[in-house]
């Protein structure tokens, strides 16, 4: 069955302290892996897309890498307005359209 | 680009009453989805369509839940005879549809059932 499994379920940072947030999938042929960003009572908002192993994406502070088997979002010198749950998902094999998202990362960000 | 954009926001209701829900997609979108998210959780999938055409449905979507997107633009998610078990966000997306483009959410409508 396809399967995204984010982890930790839960992080604190300090300030400026780096670290990084993994996504593993079981997918078979997987099409496309998504990142997206989600702040409290509202909705996902779309960070990154990764197509293949090896492939890099980077904004801000954040830096997105893709291998066969999993992908880690990178959080350089983190600061609190970073603070949010960020989500992982994939687009299931061909034949459908739908994507399958993880239960997310909780990040919180200490000044 | 105005977003996509879900009506009403917060609904609460009593169990047993039908509820319905509205989502106008980004306006070139052709994909729209109905996730429902409930506390700690992911976005689980519900059902998508490609223009007015329902392409699948979730073992999640019961016989008391029924979209539609009659004329390929807004879509409605509607549930009928309703359980505290539906309490939840129920999130829209809309895609360009081209090759592995991102879905593009609402900000949610968060029913509660009581």
């Known amino acids: 069955e396809d399967q995204v499994t984010q982890s930790p379920e839960a992080l604190r940072l300090q300030e400026g302290e780096s670290s990084s947030l993994n996504c593993s999938y079981t997918?078979?042929?997987?099409?496309?892996l998504f990142w997206y960003r989600q702040d409290p009572g509202k909705g996902p908002e779309f960070l990154f897309t990764?197509?293949?192993a090896g492939e890099e994406k980077e904004k801000e502070r954040l830096k997105a890498t893709l291998t066969k088997k999993e992908s880690f979002l990178h959080i350089t010198a983190p600061k609190p307005e970073d603070s949010a749950t960020y989500l992982c998902a994939v687009q299931a094999p061909s034949g459908t359209y739908k994507y399958i998202f993880g239960t997310g990362t909780r990040l919180k960000v200490l000044a | 680009d105005t977003g996509v954009s879900q009506d009403p926001r917060h609904k609460i209701t009593k169990r047993g009453q039908n509820v319905t829900f509205r989502c106008d997609p980004i306006s070139e979108h052709n994909r729209l989805y109905w996730y429902r998210q409930t506390l700690g959780q992911g976005p689980e999938f519900l059902t998508y369509f490609q223009n007015e055409a329902q392409l699948e449905k979730s073992r999640l979507l019961s016989d008391r839940f029924s979209a539609e997107r009659p004329k390929g633009s807004f879509s409605t998610l509607e549930i009928q005879r309703t359980e505290q078990g539906d309490s939840a966000m129920y999130l829209c997306a809309s895609s360009l549809g081209q090759g592995n483009s991102p879905l593009h959410f609402g900000n949610g409508t968060r029913l509660t059932v009581t």
């Open positions: 990764l197509y293949s």
């Open positions: 997918v078979s042929g997987l099409r496309g």
